[in-house]
Nanobody
């Protein structure tokens, strides 16, 4: 059974940083691309970032480019999202998701398994 467990969310002031983690189990983590997706209050899902199976192909949404960094540790079966220069518009529930592909993708249709999410709130 695929399990994805996010952690690291919380309340942070504007300009601050957080590092999200996603612990994966139940599948061959190193064989699949992974993504981060978020849902802001009252909004739909927004794709944030994706990384391919071996970590050398990375994509970002324009809204986070230059501020967020996705990475993975295949030895630890863990996906990360380093978030810097956080802004109130980044407030959302952040989900990690497993792709059905090895290559990085921006399509929700390629994401078959999701974690339960972790809340990030950016507020003074």
């Amino acid at each position: 059974e695929v399990q994805l467990v996010e952690s690291g969310g919380g309340l942070v002031q504007p300009g601050g940083s957080l590092r999200l983690s996603c612990a994966a189990s139940g599948f061959a983590f190193s064989s699949y691309a992974m993504s981060w997706v978020r849902r802001a209050p009252g909004a739909g899902l927004e794709w944030v970032s994706a990384i391919n199976s071996n970590g050398n192909d990375i994509r970002y949404a324009d809204s986070v480019k230059g501020r967020f960094t996705i990475s993975r540790d295949n030895a630890k079966n863990t996906l990360y999202l380093q978030m810097n220069s956080l802004q109130p518009k980044d407030t959302a529930v952040y989900y990690c998701a497993k792709s059905s592909l090895t290559r990085a993708t921006t399509a929700f249709s390629d994401l078959g398994d999701w974690g339960q999410g972790t809340q990030v709130t950016v507020s003074s």
